[in-house]
C-alpha cells in the first residue's frame, strides 16, 4: 500500500484549505445594494397595498420574491428631514435637518457626517445615484462630496421652480450631472426623468456588474407637479397619477431585469419604499394613505408609513409579509454590519434590523422606541411596539374634504391634538383613543418622550437636547456666490 509522507500529508492539506478558501471567496461576493425611493408615494399606491385604478406588476412581482413591511416607517414625514434618516441612520433633527430646503439654502447635510455610500465606499464599493438629491444645493453639500461616484438629477423638489402655479418665487430648476448644472430642466425634461433615471441606473449595472454596488434612485415623482412620458400617459384608469405610478412600476421593472440579465440575482439586495405619505392637498394629484389616518406633512400614520418591499432570491423569503415595525433609520448599521464595514464615528439612532428583513423567526425590533419629529424639533408622538402616544400638537387635516383634479391644492385647516393612545395592532387608522382608559401605558410611554426630550429636545416643551449636532453652512461668500447662480441676474424674489 502506497504512505504518504509526513510532509507530503501537510501540503496536501494546505492545498485543500486554499481551495476550500478560494471557493468559499467566490461564493461569499459582498451583496450589492439597490434602493429605489419614491417622492411622496402613499402606503395604498403599490398594488399589494391596496392600490386601486392603476397596477404595479413589477412591484407585485417584487413582493412575490421577496417580502412586503407593512410598519415600514421614514424617519419624519416630509423631504430632506427624510432623506437625512435614510443616508445618515439618524434622526435628521439630531443633525439639524429640518423640513424641506429650498433653492439656495444656506445649510445642509454636514460633509461630517457618515452617509450610507461612504459605508458601501469603505469596503470597495462602486456608488451611483440618479435622481432626487434634496440635502444642500450648493457643491459643498452635493452627493459626490457625500460618497457617491456618480450623481445624475435635481437637487429638490419637483415643484421648486416657476412653472409652478404655487412657487412663482423660485429659481429655474437646474438639472445637475456630478457637479455641474447642466442646464434649466423644461417642461421636456420633467417628462422624460423617470426615464432618463432608469436608464442610468441599468447603465450603471451592466458597468458595475463584476464589481459590488450600491445604487440609489431617488426618483421625483409622484410628487406635484405630476410629468409623465408619452409612452405612459393615459394607460390607467387613476388619471395622471395613476399613469406616474406605473411608470415607476416600469422603472422597478427595468432595474430587476437588469440584475437578473447581468445574473446578479442571487448578489443583491433590492430595496422599494418612499419618503412620505401623500400630499393630500392636492387632490387626484396625491396618492392615497390606503387605511391610515392624515398623510404628508404629519406625524399621524399615513404621514410616514411607507409601502416598502425588499427583494434578495436565495436570502430574503419569498412571498412573505411582516408586520414588525422598522424604520430607514435603521438600514445604515443594518447594512454595514451586512457587508462588515465599520459604523459611523459620530453617535446614530438606528439599529440592526436584518433578522426582521431575512424573516428570522421570532425576530423583534431591537428599539426600546421610535421618536416621531415634525416641524422644526417638534416631537410630535412616541411608538413602542403596537403603541404609540400622539403629544399635544397641532396638525394640518383636509378634515374630510376631497381635493380638486386641476393640480393646484386646496387649503389645510389646523386642529390640535390631545394626549392620544392607539393600539395600532388593531387600530391601523387611529381613530380609538384609549389614554383615557389606560393611564399605566400612557405613562409608560411618556418615559421615552422625555428620553427623547432628554437627548434631542422638544420645541413644544421649549426643552434643549444634549445630542444634536450642527447641519452644514455656508459661509457668508459662499451663500451669496450660490444665490448669483440661481439668479444670475440678480432679480431674488
Request: charged share 25%.
Amino acid at each position: 500500500m502506497f504512505l504518504m509522507s509526513k510532509s507530503a500529508v501537510i501540503l496536501c492539506g494546505l492545498f485543500t484549505i486554499l481551495f476550500i478558501s478560494l471557493t468559499n471567496g467566490e461564493d461569499s461576493r459582498p451583496p450589492n445594494v439597490v434602493i429605489v425611493f419614491t417622492d411622496d408615494q402613499g402606503y395604498g399606491d403599490v398594488g399589494v397595498f391596496g392600490a386601486e385604478g392603476y397596477e404595479t406588476p413589477h412591484l407585485d412581482k417584487m413582493a412575490a420574491e421577496g417580502r412586503t413591511f407593512t410598519r415600514w416607517y421614514a424617519a419624519q414625514a416630509v423631504c430632506s428631514a427624510s432623506r437625512t434618516g435614510l443616508l445618515t441612520g439618524c434622526y435628521p433633527n439630531r443633525l439639524g435637518m429640518h423640513g424641506a430646503l429650498g433653492p439656495g439654502s444656506a445649510h445642509g447635510l454636514n460633509p461630517e457626517e457618515t452617509t450610507l455610500p461612504e459605508v458601501f465606499k469603505s469596503k470597495g464599493y462602486a456608488t451611483g445615484m440618479f435622481g432626487k438629491w434634496h440635502l444642500g444645493d450648493h457643491e459643498k453639500f452635493l452627493p459626490l462630496n457625500h460618497g457617491f461616484d456618480e450623481y445624475f438629477g435635481i437637487p429638490y423638489s419637483n415643484d421648486m421652480w416657476p412653472m409652478h402655479p404655487t412657487a412663482k418665487h423660485f429659481p429655474p430648476l437646474p438639472l445637475i450631472d456630478g457637479n455641474d448644472w447642466l442646464r434649466h430642466a423644461d417642461e421636456k425634461d420633467q417628462k422624460m426623468m423617470t426615464t432618463w433615471l432608469t436608464t442610468k441606473a441599468v447603465d450603471f449595472i451592466n458597468r458595475n456588474r463584476e464589481n459590488p454596488f450600491f445604487l440609489y434612485v431617488p426618483h421625483p415623482q409622484p410628487h406635484v407637479p405630476l410629468y409623465v412620458s408619452d409612452r405612459f400617459a393615459g394607460t390607467t384608469e387613476h388619471g395622471i397619477y395613476g399613469d406616474v405610478i406605473a411608470e415607476i412600476d416600469w422603472s422597478v421593472g427595468e432595474i430587476l431585469n437588469a440584475i437578473s440579465t447581468n445574473g446578479l440575482d442571487e448578489d443583491t439586495l433590492v430595496i422599494f419604499t418612499s419618503d412620505n405619505g401623500p400630499w393630500l392637498s392636492y387632490g387626484t394629484h396625491a396618492g392615497s394613505s390606503g387605511p391610515l389616518r392624515e398623510g404628508k406633512g404629519t406625524s399621524w400614520e399615513g404621514g410616514y408609513r411607507e409601502p416598502c418591499i425588499m427583494r434578495w432570491p436565495g436570502t430574503i423569503p419569498a412571498g412573505t409579509v411582516t408586520d414588525t415595525p422598522a424604520m430607514n433609520i435603521d438600514l445604515l448599521p443594518t447594512l454595514a454590519n451586512l457587508i462588515e464595514a465599520e459604523l459611523p464615528e459620530r453617535k446614530i439612532d438606528g439599529l440592526d434590523v436584518w433578522p426582521i428583513i431575512s424573516g428570522e423567526e421570532g425576530a423583534e425590533n431591537p428599539h426600546d422606541a421610535y421618536w416621531i419629529y415634525y416641524k422644526k424639533n417638534e416631537l410630535q408622538a412616541v411608538m413602542s411596539g403596537d403603541w404609540k402616544l400622539i403629544l399635544p400638537h397641532t396638525y394640518r387635516t383636509l378634515g374630510g374634504r376631497e381635493g380638486t383634479s386641476d393640480g393646484l391644492p386646496i387649503k389645510y385647516e389646523n386642529l390640535k391634538s390631545g394626549l392620544e393612545l392607539y393600539d395600532l395592532s388593531k387600530d391601523i387608522g387611529e381613530s380609538n383613543n384609549l389614554a383615557g382608559s389606560m393611564p399605566e401605558k400612557v405613562a409608560d410611554l411618556m418615559k421615552h418622550a422625555e428620553a427623547a426630550r432628554a437627548e434631542l429636545g422638544d420645541n413644544l416643551v421649549k426643552r434643549e437636547g444634549s445630542g444634536s449636532r450642527e447641519p452644514g453652512r455656508l459661509t457668508e461668500e459662499e451663500r451669496l456666490a450660490l444665490e448669483k447662480k440661481h439668479w444670475p441676474d440678480g432679480k431674488k424674489k
